[in-house]
């Protein structure tokens, strides 16, 4: 039904930026809500930020509010991460998930489709 792929990663100092990008095939993309979530080795999944489907609603965890904003462009079927005063401690994995369109939930375990994951290393 949705396939997602991210891209945008690599290495950033400390205090740079980077922006991530999940473009998505399928047509119920628009319906969906949509999350990125970060694992960094040994650690569990966890929540970055989510974006709903047509009103457009966001939240986002309190370790990146205001630093981090999510974003989407459904005609063309991209949800972006926008990320400003990186820290190391936010080297991980970076994913894209997406969940049914009524769901609001910063559980992994409710995000039906994930993409393959895009690194972010940030040095210090």
């Known amino acids: 039904q949705v396939q997602l792929a991210e891209s945008g990663g690599g290495l950033v100092q400390a205090g740079g930026s980077l922006t991530l990008s999940c473009a998505a095939s399928g047509r119920i993309f628009s319906d969906s809500t949509m999350g990125w979530f970060r694992q960094a080795p040994g650690k569990e999944r966890e929540f970055v930020a989510l974006i709903r489907g047509s009103a457009g609603g966001t939240y986002d965890a309190a370790s990146v509010k205001g630093r981090f904003t999510i974003s989407r462009d459904n005609a063309k079927t991209t949800v972006y991460l926008q990320m400003n005063t990186l820290k190391p401690e936010e080297t991980a994995a970076y994913y894209c998930?997406?969940?049914?369109?009524?769901?609001?939930?910063?559980?992994?375990?409710?995000?039906?489709?994930w993409g393959q994951g895009t690194q972010v290393t940030v040095s210090s």
């Open positions: 998930a997406a969940a049914p369109s009524y769901a609001y939930s910063i559980m992994a375990r409710d995000y039906n489709y």
